[in-house]
Nanobody, 119 residues
Framework: QVQLVESGGGLVQAGGSLRLSCAAS????????MGWYRQAPGKQRELVAI??????NYADSVEGRFTISRDNAKRTVYLQMSSLKPEDTAVYYC??????????????WGQGTQVTVSS
């Protein structure tokens, strides 16, 4: 089993910053990719940023404002969010994909953390 625990969400004014963290634990052999997604009310879940094999990709809407980083030793991924806008308001979900020690692939989601940006 693989678990993801997220932290760092909250309420912030437009223009402010927040840092999200997501720590993976459990029977992990390899972590191929870790990323952040978000889902706003009435909208589909969308990719925010992902890191895999040393490369990173961002949604166009957050490029230049958000930075994803990863600490492999801690099995933790971070999302530094700056210049936040009201439209960034959403529940942010961490995702991790890899292989367990039993050689089974996993694709696991965190419980989600609310980010609210006030105007």
């Amino acid at each position: 089993q693989v678990q993801l625990v997220e932290s760092g969400g909250g309420l912030v004014q437009a223009g402010g910053s927040l840092r999200l963290s997501c720590a993976a634990s459990g029977s992990i052999l390899t972590l191929a990719a870790m990323g952040w997604y978000r889902q706003a009310p009435g909208k589909q879940r969308e990719l925010v940023a992902i890191t895999s094999g040393g490369s990173t990709n961002y949604a166009d809407s957050v490029e230049g404002r958000f930075t994803i980083s990863r600490d492999n030793a801690k099995r933790t991924v971070y999302l530094q969010m700056s210049s936040l806008k009201p439209e960034d308001t959403a529940v942010y979900y961490c995702n991790a994909r890899g292989v367990t020690i039993r050689a089974s692939p996993f694709d696991t989601w965190g419980q989600g953390t609310q980010v609210t940006v006030s105007s």
